[in-house]
């Protein structure tokens, strides 16, 4: 099993332009989570999924998108990128009861100039 | 929401002595605490976890234990070694949330030979 994966691993922006930071996961676990890490400030929930077609807020959403068409994938979209948004992003998916582990992803580096 | 609180933001110790790391929560249902592992350009890594029906849970050389009453609980890790040189965080989750994990602000550990 590859576990969590994200794509891609560094990603440089401008002020305005948009991306999807793609996560992919083969446990065929039924919740996934996004977080952003910003120095000093441990990890922040942004979105997460509790399965194929279920969305919801996190503590920090706003200039975030997610969908959850498949089981397998949660791709995280930025509309129009801000300088706010210079993170590392995680991705993690948790299988549930009765295992509670949320394994992560390798991050995403993301600078907005 | 829940809060939670880590400290020491950092903690320096000498090879072979131990190291503790504490943690508060704010969220009385909160039921599920988790201690993850980050090293270097690495997602975090679930070392140990405990649920809140459980006072005490040990692996190895790390043991966690909670005080349900004073809402905090602890990360012990004894015989540190250079390779215990890390971020450490701590995380709370409530219920069923299964996808949404709260993170303290996490401690630098540095273990010197």
Known sequence: NAGVTQTPKFQVLKTGQSMTLQCAQDMNHEYMSWYRQDPGMGLRLIHYSVGAGITDQGEVPNGYNVSRSTTEDFPLRLLSAAPSQTSVYFCASCGGAPYNEQFFGPGTRLTVL | ?113
């Open chain 2, 1 to 113: 929401g829940e809060n939670v609180e880590q400290h020491p933001s950092t903690l320096s110790v000498q090879e072979g002595d131990s190291a503790v790391i504490k943690c508060t929560y704010s969220d009385s249902a909160s039921n599920y605490f988790p201690w993850y592992k980050q090293e270097l350009g690495k997602g975090p890594q679930l070392i140990i976890d405990i649920r809140s029906n459980v006072g005490e849970k040990k692996d190895q050389r790390i043991a966690v234990t909670l005080n349900k009453t004073a809402k905090h609980f602890s990360l012990h890790i004894t015989e540190t070694q250079p390779e215990d040189s890390a971020v450490y965080f701590c995380a709370a989750r409530t219920g069923t949330s299964y996808g949404k994990l709260t993170f303290g602000q996490g401690t630098i550990l540095t273990v010197h030979p």
